[in-house]
Each structure stands twice: as structure tokens, then as C-alpha cells.
T-cell receptor, first 113, second 111 residues
Framework: DQQVKQNSPSLSVQEGRISILNCDYT??????FLWYKKYPAEGPTFLIS?????DKNEDGRFTVFLNKSAKHLSLHIVPSQPGDSAVYFC????????????FGKGTKLSVIP | EAQVTQNPRYLITVTGKKLTVTCSQN?????MSWYRQDPGLGLRQIYY???????DKGDVPEGYKVSRKEKRNFPLILESPSPNQTSLYFC??????????FGEGSRLTVL
């Protein structure tokens, strides 16, 4: 049973436009969400996170939105740059004391110059 | 520089030949974990360790062993590798800011 779902395996966006990556979850106990970015031949790197007590967190060009009632979060990248082309993983954690992350399958973003 | 270091980065082996993938972190993190990444399946946790001598199974532990004798090291052991363990493996440790810090990955091929 997949608890964190990224239903779009891939996404193509023109440089300068907005990229929106979506993530849905089924476990209502998740209370902390993270996005990771992964380039080929490298390990995933942390991008941005959001606690369930918030509905938005912003860091430069990256904003994560959380809709708890819909069990949905999204990552917005504005403006998109070619260097943003990577696989993006959504992850979720249950409780502040938990050390286990559940990952989605990832979305491959291609930003076209 | 904060690092999670894995070795080897690339390995081709044959079925049944025991191998160990080492993982070392220099950040004094208590929690460490192993993940495997497969096409269409994302990142799945194999084993994790809360501290020295404390380990537990993740989502896909079959065919793997781990040990945590020292805080900085968390090796992944494949006693008798099989082709279905061909994968990209990542070791990670938990940062105090609340996110996992990953190594660069070890690509393993079992023939």
C-alpha cells in the first residue's frame, strides 16, 4: 500500500515558467513533509520541508503548499531553470520522534531552455 | 565538510558471493539508514539504526544484514546476493534540522 504517491512520473516545463510537482498521501498520521531533489549519479539532497501545522513554506524560488484536508502537497518552482532538471521525491514522516521517512516514487522534471 | 561516504560506488558481482557496502558519516548522527532505489519504485528503506547496537528492519529487509558497532559506521551486508538485489543503494543519516542526509550512492549489479 503506497502511502505517499507522486502520480506524475515526469513533467516538462519551459525555462522561466512555473513548475508544479504534486504529492498525495493516505496516512493521516503524517505530520512532517519533505521534498528531495536528485541528480543522476548523486544522492538525494534535501530541498524544503513543511510541518503539518503550516500550509505554506517558502525558500527562495521554492514553495511548498500543504492541504491537509485533501492530503495533498505541492512544490512550486518559480521561475524554473534548466539546473532544476532532476528527479523530485516527496517524503513524509509520522511524528517528531520518528526517524522513518516514507518516499514517493519520484517525478522527473525537465526544464527546457 | 559534512559527509556520508559509501564504498564501493560501483560493484559488479556474481550470485552468492558475499559482499559488504560500507557507510560512514562524520556528523556524529545517531540515526542512520539504508535505502534502495529502483526504477518506478522510488526509495525504499532496507534497515535503519537508532544508535549503536540498535537496528531494525525497514520495508524491504529480506536478503540484507546490517551492523552498528560504532556510531559513525553502518555497513550493509549481502550474505548471498541475488540478481533481484541489483539496485542503487543509498546510506543516510539524520540531521538535527530534521531531514535525512544522503551519501552519493552505490550501484550494485548482481549477475
Amino acid at each position: 500500500d503506497q502511502q505517499v504517491k507522486q502520480n506524475s512520473p515526469s513533467l516538462s516545463v519551459q525555462e522561466g515558467r512555473i513548475s508544479i510537482l504534486n504529492c498525495d498521501y493516505t496516512n493521516s498520521m503524517f505530520d512532517y513533509f519533505l521534498w528531495y531533489k536528485k541528480y543522476p549519479a548523486e544522492g538525494p539532497t534535501f530541498l524544503i520541508s513543511i510541518s503539518s501545522i503550516k500550509d505554506k513554506n517558502e525558500d527562495g524560488r521554492f514553495t511548498v503548499f500543504l492541504n491537509k484536508s485533501a492530503k495533498h502537497l505541492s512544490l512550486h518552482i518559480v521561475p524554473s531553470q534548466p539546473g532544476d532538471s532532476a528527479v523530485y521525491f516527496c517524503a513524509a514522516r509520522v511524528g517528531a520522534g520518528s526517524y522513518q521517512l516514507t518516499f514517493g516514487k519520484g517525478t522527473k522534471l525537465s526544464v527546457i531552455p | 565538510e559534512a559527509q556520508v561516504t559509501q564504498n564501493p560506488r560501483y560493484l559488479i558481482t556474481v550470485t552468492g558471493k558475499k559482499l559488504t557496502v560500507t557507510c560512514s558519516q562524520n556528523m556524529n548522527h545517531e540515526y542512520m539508514s539504508w535505502y534502495r532505489q529502483d526504477p518506478g519504485l522510488g526509495l525504499r528503506q532496507i534497515y535503519y539504526s537508532m544508535n549503536v547496537e540498535v537496528t531494525d528492519k525497514g520495508d524491504v529487509p529480506e536478503g540484507y544484514k546490517v551492523s552498528r558497532k560504532e556510531k559513525r559506521n553502518f555497513p550493509l551486508i549481502l550474505e548471498s546476493p541475488s540478481p533481484n538485489q541489483t539496485s542503487l543503494y543509498f546510506c543516510a543519516s539524520w540531521r538535527v534540522t530534521g531531514e535525512l542526509f544522503f551519501g552519493e550512492g552505490s550501484r550494485l549489479t548482481v549477475l
